[in-house]
């Protein structure tokens, strides 16, 4: 049976750049590098502590209709909301509004990754 969830993936414009922002200025450890050819690579990234990775991909990979920006249906948790925007605001990250309470009860908020990715971000 399924054991657990590896990774999701999201369309980037550029895995070097992409790289940079997720190890740099979100935090994250690089998981995976394995070259695919010669300009790109398998890349994963992981939230220290964590066991599902996101796959840094070239939109091309995900299919010709893939567009690279907006709504990913990517999540993020943290346990301390406020804390994180303060950090991630210093550290440069666009933030679409500050963390505000959910209709379902909890703090949340949504970002954008270098490309414009749009990511939800709640509180645990």
Do not use: C
Not at 17 to 35: C, H, I, M, Q
Not at 49 to 66: C, E, K, V, Y
Not at 74 to 90: G, N, R
């Amino acid at each position: 049976m399924i054991s657990f969830i590896h990774s999701a993936t999201i369309a980037v414009s550029d895995q070097r750049k992409a790289l940079d922002f997720y190890v740099n200025t979100l935090g994250w450890e690089k998981a995976l590098d394995v070259p695919m050819g010669e300009a790109e690579s398998f890349i994963t990234v992981v939230p220290p502590g964590a066991t599902t990775q996101l796959s840094l991909a070239p939109a091309h990979w995900l299919g010709p209709d893939r567009k690279v920006g907006g709504p990913t249906g990517i999540a993020f948790v943290a346990p301390d909301i406020e804390e994180t925007y303060k950090i991630l605001t210093e550290r440069g990250v666009q933030f679409k509004e500050p963390p505000a309470m959910m209709p379902w009860g909890a703090k949340a908020t949504w970002f954008y990754d270098q490309d414009g990715n749009e990511i939800f971000l709640a509180e645990e």
